[in-house]
C-alpha cells in the first residue's frame, strides 16, 4: 500500500486529502501517470513529488509503506 | 521594569540577544508584494527591529483583501489606498525606529534590480510565478537570498533560497510556464497565509543575523485544515546546468526577449500583455473558474466582471475594458497565478 | 468583481463555503486574554468573520509589548491604554460587523463563569498555569471546548480539548502545581506565537463551523529556531478519574479553598496572594534569574525592579512596593508562570 | 541510540536541542533518572514525555531507533 497526500486544488480534483494505493515497487513516473488516469488531474505533470519527505525524480522506486506527497504549483500570496 | 527596551523579550532569547538585536537593526529587506502574506510579514520584521524595510506593490487595498490581509482597515478600502502606503503608515506607527520605504509599483526586472542590489534579503509576497522567476534570477544573479513563499485555500508552502548553496526556484519547478492555483480560483484562509509568514520571518530572522547553522534547509508543505505537515528535504532538486543558479546561468527572465509586456492599445479600451504561452487546452480548464469560456482554435477568451481577457497561442493575452496596465494585469495573475 | 463580500476568499474554500460562513457569523468567542496569543487570535477571528467576541484582559500596553503583540501601537503604550480597549478599537476599525465587547478584568473563576456558558468557544491566550486550569474545569463543567495554547522562546504547544471526547488539561499535565516557562524569563520571538495562533485560530474555525471530523486530535509542539515540529498522539493520557473530565469530577479549581486570592495589606504597600505551595529549592532556582534572591528556611525573596517578592511554604507571597492586586498578580505570574 | 529532543527552557539547562544517547530498552521512568542526573534538569519530572510522537507512560519501553520528546510545561502567551 502506498499512502498518497494531495495538495491545494489537487483535493478538489479528487475530492479527498488523500488515497491509499495497493502498489509497490513502481517509479515515480508510473505512479503518476496513473493518478492522470484515474483523477483526471490537470497540473501532475507540473506537480513536485516527495517521498517519505525527500524531493523524488521521475525514476525513482515507490515501495509499499511509502508516503507520497503530489504538490502542485500554488502561486497566492 | 521601568528601563527595559522594546526588544528586551526578543534579547532574552539566547539565540538572538544583544549581538543579534544589533544585526536586525543594520539590515535592510526587500519585501516583494504587500498582500496577505507581504502585510503580515512586515508588521513581524518591524515589531521585531529590523531597521529598513522596502515595500513593493501596485495594488490598492480592496474589500476583499480584509479577510486575510493584515495592517489594512475598512478606512484603507474606502480610500482606495495604496497597500504599500496603507501598510506604511500602519508600520511606523507601531515602531518608529524602523525605516519603511513603500513603493507603489509594478515589480519587473527593470523596478527591482536598484532594490535587489541594496538589501540583504528579499522576501517573496507575490501572488505569481512569473514575478518570483524574475527574483529567482534577480538574486541568484546578485547573490541576496530570498524566501519563496505561496498559499491557497488552507495549503502552502515555504523555501529559503540561499545562492550558492540551496537549489533555486528553477531547479525545483523545472518546468515553465507554471500555471499556479490562485487564492481567487480556491480561496484561502487567514491561518494559511500566517502559517506561511511564520515560517518566512523565523528564517528572516535566522538569515539577518547570521544565524546560518539554524537556516532551515528542507521545503516546508502544510495544509492546517487536513493536518499534514511534511518537511522536505530538496537537496536533489540543485541542478548544475540549472538556467538561474548553474555553473553557466543565463537568467532567461532577464533577456528582453522573455520579460512580460505590455502595452495600452490606444483608443480600444484595451490592454495587450505578452506574457507565458500556456496551451489553449489547458487555460480553457482554468479558465471555467471564473465564467463562461468561449473557445475556438485560434483563441480562448473569457468574461470576468467588466473585463473579457483573449488569450492567443503565442502568448498574447488581450483584456478589453481597460486603459490601466495594472488592472489587466492583476487580472492576468488572479487568473494564470 | 464588484459585489462580492468581503468574505468571498474564505467562502471559495470548499470546507467552508457560504454555509460555513453563516454560522462563523453566528457564533461567539472568549478570548481568555489579550496579550500576544489574544491580540493575534482576535484580529484572525475578527477578520475571518465571527460574530461576537469577547476579550478578558487585566492589562495595559507597555513598551516590551510591541515586539510581538500585534493590534498595539507606540501611541496605545503612551497612553497606557488598557489591551482589551486597545484591542477593540483596532478590530472594529478592521471589521465593524463583528461585535467586540472588551473586559478589563483579572479572570478569575467568578468573572469568567458567565461568559463560559454564553460562549461557544474559549480561546487559552493567557500566560499562567492557575488560569488555564480555571478555564479547564470551567469548560469541562459547562461542556465549551477550548484551545489550551503557550509559547517561549522560539518553541510552542497547543492543543484543542473537546469535553467528553478529548483528554483535559489536567490530564496532560497530571501534576500541580505547574511551574511554567514565561517569557519574562527565556524570552520569546514572535514567530513562535504566531505558529500557536494560527494553529489555534484553525481549529477555531473548524470547531466554529461544526467541521468535527478535521478537528486535529493531536497536541502540537513545535520549535521553530531547531526546526522541530511535532504532532503528537495524547488520547493515552485521558484518565477516567481525572478531576476535572473524569467520571466523577470535583473541578478543583473551582473550590473556593483551592483559589488565588489576594488581598490589599493596609497601610503597608503590600498585597498579599495566597497561591500554589510551590517547594522553596525550586523557587530559590527560578527566582535568580530576575534578580538577587535571598532566602532562609521560613522564606525566599528576590527583588525586582521597585517590587520585593516574598514567597512563604504554605503558598502566600508578599509583593511588597505595591498597592495594586493587578500589579502584584502581573509579577507574581511573570515569575512563576 | 535514542534520539532525545528538547524543548524550551530544558534547551538553555542542556545547552542543546538534541541529545543522542545510546541507551535500548529503557523505561521512559528510566530515562528521564538518567537526564536528570546528566543535566540537573529542574522541570524533568513536570515533563510531559512523547516517544515517535505518542505521549508515553512512565512504564513504557524506549526501544533504540526511537525519537524522544521531552516537554517541559510552557507557560507563555
Redesign the interface.
Known amino acids: 500500500m502506498i499512502e498518497i497526500l494531495l495538495f491545494a486544488q489537487l483535493q478538489e480534483e479528487a475530492g479527498t486529502d488523500n488515497i491509499t494505493m495497493d502498489l509497490s515497487n513502481v517509479t515515480v513516473k508510473k505512479l503518476k501517470e496513473q493518478l492522470q488516469n484515474t483523477y483526471g488531474f490537470q497540473q501532475i505533470k507540473e506537480s513536485m513529488i516527495a517521498v517519505n519527505e525527500s524531493y523524488a525524480l521521475d525514476d525513482d522506486i515507490i515501495k509499499a509503506g511509502d508516503t507520497v506527497a503530489i504538490i502542485p504549483p500554488v502561486s497566492g500570496g | 521594569?521601568?528601563g527595559?527596551?522594546?526588544?528586551?523579550?526578543?534579547?532574552?532569547?539566547?539565540?538572538?540577544g544583544q549581538e543579534g538585536q544589533a544585526k536586525l537593526a543594520s539590515k535592510h529587506v526587500l519585501m516583494v508584494?504587500c498582500?496577505?502574506?507581504?502585510s503580515s510579514a512586515a508588521?513581524?520584521l518591524t515589531?521585531?527591529?529590523v531597521g529598513e524595510l522596502t515595500l513593493l506593490d501596485r495594488d490598492y487595498v480592496e474589500?476583499?483583501n480584509?479577510?486575510?490581509q493584515?495592517l489594512?482597515?475598512?478606512?484603507d478600502v474606502e480610500n482606495k489606498t495604496p497597500k504599500a502606503v496603507a501598510a506604511a503608515s500602519k508600520l511606523t506607527?507601531?515602531?518608529?525606529e524602523t525605516k519603511i520605504n513603500p513603493v507603489v509599483i509594478d515589480a519587473t526586472a527593470d523596478t527591482m534590480v536598484n532594490y535587489v542590489k541594496q538589501v540583504d534579503l528579499i522576501i517573496?509576497?507575490?501572488?505569481?510565478?512569473d514575478t518570483r522567476f524574475i527574483i529567482n534570477d534577480l538574486a541568484n544573479k546578485h547573490q541576496v537570498p530570498w524566501i519563496f513563499?505561496?498559499?491557497?485555500?488552507?495549503?502552502?508552502?515555504t523555501f529559503s533560497i540561499i545562492p550558492g548553496q540551496t537549489p533555486c526556484l528553477d531547479c525545483?519547478?523545472k518546468?515553465t510556464p507554471?500555471?499556479?492555483?490562485?487564492?481567487?480560483?480556491?480561496?484561502?484562509?487567514?491561518?494559511a497565509v500566517?502559517?506561511?509568514?511564520?515560517?518566512q520571518?523565523?528564517e528572516a530572522?535566522?538569515i539577518l543575523i547570521e544565524a546560518d547553522q539554524?537556516i532551515?534547509t528542507?521545503?516546508i508543505?502544510f495544509?492546517?485544515?487536513?493536518?499534514?505537515?511534511?518537511?522536505?528535504?530538496?537537496?536533489?532538486?540543485k541542478q548544475e546546468n540549472c538556467k538561474s543558479c548553474g555553473n553557466t546561468p543565463t537568467y532567461p527572465t532577464l533577456s528582453y526577449n522573455n520579460r512580460t509586456k505590455s502595452e495600452v492599445l490606444c483608443g480600444r479600451e484595451t490592454v495587450q500583455i505578452r506574457g507565458q504561452q500556456y496551451p489553449l487546452e489547458?487555460l480553457h480548464?482554468?479558465l471555467s473558474r471564473f465564467g463562461e469560456v468561449k473557445a475556438n482554435p485560434f483563441l480562448v477568451s473569457v468574461v470576468?466582471?467588466t473585463k473579457r481577457l483573449v488569450f492567443f497561442h503565442d502568448g498574447r493575452v488581450f483584456v478589453h475594458g481597460t486603459n490601466s496596465i495594472e488592472d489587466a494585469k492583476k487580472i492576468y495573475y488572479q487568473v494564470v497565478?
Chains 1, 4 share one sequence.
Not at chain 2, 527595559?4 to 538572538?16: C, D, G, K, V
Request: aromatic share 6%; proline share 2%.
Open positions: 521594569m521601568s527595559m527596551n522594546r526588544y528586551h523579550r526578543q534579547t532574552l532569547f539566547a539565540p538572538i508584494g498582500g496577505a502574506l507581504g508588521e513581524m515589531r521585531a527591529g474589500l476583499t480584509l479577510q486575510r493584515h489594512f482597515t475598512e478606512a506607527a507601531i515602531n518608529s517573496d509576497a507575490t501572488d505569481n510565478f513563499g505561496a498559499c491557497v485555500g488552507s495549503s502552502g508552502m525545483l519547478l518546468v507554471v500555471f499556479g492555483a490562485t487564492c481567487d480560483a480556491v480561496g484561502v484562509i487567514g491561518p500566517q502559517m506561511v509568514v511564520t515560517h520571518t523565523t530572522i535566522k539554524k532551515r528542507q521545503l508543505l495544509d492546517l485544515w487536513h493536518n499534514h505537515y511534511q518537511q522536505i528535504d530538496v537537496s536533489r532538486s489547458s480548464t482554468k470576468i466582471d497565478g
